[in-house]
């Protein structure tokens, strides 16, 4: 069984920094042949997106709308996800999603989802 629980996020000023954590639990994190991680957002009203991912080996993506601003990264012996948050602007509001892709040694993909942090960026 896997489990993703973020913490870490808040409210604060335009400008400001936050750094969202996930850790993850489960035993497939020992024995999985790849994946990779993701953190998604969603504004009120709107779709989830993707903010960043990151790959076991390190290949990272950001949305355009975060790059240069944030930071994904992960502690692999910690089985821990990380999103360093610089600049917070008001339209980085919203619930900020934790999201694991695991391949199993079965060779089955299995998408994981935590269950939300609410980031709040004020003017």
């Known amino acids: 069984q896997v489990q993703l629980v973020e913490s870490g996020g808040g409210l604060v000023q335009a400008g400001e920094t936050l750094r969202l954590s996930c850790a993850a639990s489960?035993?497939?994190?020992?024995?999985?042949?790849?994946?990779?991680w993701g953190w998604y957002r969603q504004a009120p009203g709107k779709q989830r997106e993707l903010v960043a991912n990151?790959?076991?080996?390190?290949?990272?993506d950001y949305a355009d709308s975060v790059k240069d601003r944030f930071t994904i990264s992960t502690d692999n012996a910690k089985n821990t996800l990380y999103l360093q948050m610089n600049s917070l602007k008001p339209d980085d509001t919203g619930v900020y999603y934790c999201?694991?892709?695991?391949?199993?040694?079965?060779?089955?993909?299995?998408?994981?989802w935590g269950q939300g942090t609410q980031v709040t960026v004020s003017s």
């Open positions: 990151i790959t076991r080996g390190g290949s990272t």
């Open positions: 489960g035993s497939i994190f020992r024995t999985s042949v790849s994946m990779a």
């Open positions: 999201q694991a892709e695991i391949l199993s040694r079965s060779l089955r993909w299995g998408v994981y």
